[in-house]
């Protein structure tokens, strides 16, 4: 799901650091060692919504520094300058914000948590949750109970629609997305759906990377 720059996949520390948490828990998270770094949170040019992370923060070498620390209470507080710091160039047209968190905390096994319970509350038979899982049935039931031709099928519509299910919650939330796959999922969602917006494409103030 989550390719470089260079179309490959990044190693799983890598991934954590740079997409995982920044998404989940709205921050890039703490590291220690001989340079200890609080969590910061991702900054954003709001601008065209739900915001994108200022160009800096998008080349490889920078991805590591996160912009920003956290403001703290009663203290007075300035963006920080100096040699590797990535900062906007403030204008009156830029909006800056920080990314809220999806759900803070998450680790990427815990999608196999909430994917077995998207399939019990879709009512999919246990022989198959087992094998979409990569698990073995145990006891009397497992000689007796084997995936038919049909479950399958009764598992994809049951993940199509959960699919456009959340497609349909994200524009309510936001018809447009400035990350340009997203953006053609939404558009072709609402052309399905006979919809159409009003808000300016943010797609013309950010060109993402191929």
Not at 65 to 83: E, I
Request: proline share 13%.
């Amino acid at each position: 799901m989550f390719l470089g720059p260079n179309r490959g996949h990044y190693r799983r520390s890598t991934c954590n650091r740079r997409i995982w948490h920044p998404a989940v828990d709205g921050a890039y998270p703490e590291e220690g060692g001989k340079a200890p770094r609080a969590a910061r949170p991702v900054l954003v040019d709001a601008t065209p919504l739900p915001g994108v992370p200022p160009a800096a923060a998008q080349q490889p070498g920078l991805l590591l520094l996160p912009p920003w620390p956290r403001a703290v209470p009663g203290q007075r507080w300035s963006p920080p300058r100096g040699r590797g710091r990535t900062r906007f160039d403030l204008q009156e047209e830029h909006a800056v914000a920080s990314w809220l968190p999806i759900k803070p905390g998450l680790v990427p096994h815990g999608v196999r948590h909430s994917h077995q319970t998207w399939m019990i509350e879709d009512g999919i038979p246990e022989v198959l949750r087992h094998d979409r899982l990569g698990h073995r049935m145990k006891g009397i039931q497992a000689p007796y109970s084997h995936v038919s031709q049909s479950m399958p099928e009764e598992l994809k519509r049951a993940l199509q629609r959960r699919w456009e299910e959340a497609l349909d919650e994200r524009i309510a939330m936001c018809p447009r997305s400035p990350v340009a796959l997203l953006d053609e999922l939404l558009t072709s969602r609402r052309q399905r759906r006979g919809g159409t917006i009003s808000q300016a494409s943010p797609i013309g103030r950010w060109t993402p990377s191929p």
